[in-house]
Nanobody, 127 residues
Framework: QVQLVESGGGLVQPGGSLRLSCASS????????MAWFRQPPGKEREFVAR????????YDNDSVKGRFTISRDNAKNTMYLQMNSLKTEDTGVYYC????????????????????WGQGTEVTVSL
């Protein structure tokens, strides 16, 4: 059974930084693409970034480009999201997600592309 557990959320002032973590268990972490999504209050869940099994990254959300960095440490079975220069509009629940297909490289930005989800960690950017 694949389990994903996010951590690292919290309250931060605009311009601040946070690093989110997603710990994975239940299978060989290094063989699967992973992604971060977020859900702002009252809005739909949206894609933030993806990292495939070999380390290639995609940031398909213009609002985070240049500020957020996705990475993974396969030895620790953990994915990260470094968030810098945070803005109030970055507020929301952040979810990590994992692909179910072995070494798939063409993984899209739709939530339906990902089979496994964490419970979410809340990020609040406010004065």
């Amino acid at each position: 059974q694949v389990q994903l557990v996010e951590s690292g959320g919290g309250l931060v002032q605009p311009g601040g930084s946070l690093r989110l973590s997603c710990a994975s268990s239940g299978r060989t972490f290094s063989n699967y693409a992973m992604a971060w999504f977020r859900q702002p209050p009252g809005k739909e869940r949206e894609f933030v970034a993806r990292i495939n099994w070999s380390g290639g990254t995609i940031y398909d959300n213009d609002s985070v480009k240049g500020r957020f960095t996705i990475s993974r440490d396969n030895a620790k079975n953990t994915m990260y999201l470094q968030m810098n220069s945070l803005k109030t509009e970055d507020t929301g629940v952040y979810y990590c997600a994992a692909d179910s297909r072995w070494r798939r490289t063409e993984v899209g930005a739709a939530p339906s592309e990902y089979a496994y989800w964490g419970q979410g960690t809340e990020v609040t950017v406010s004065l």
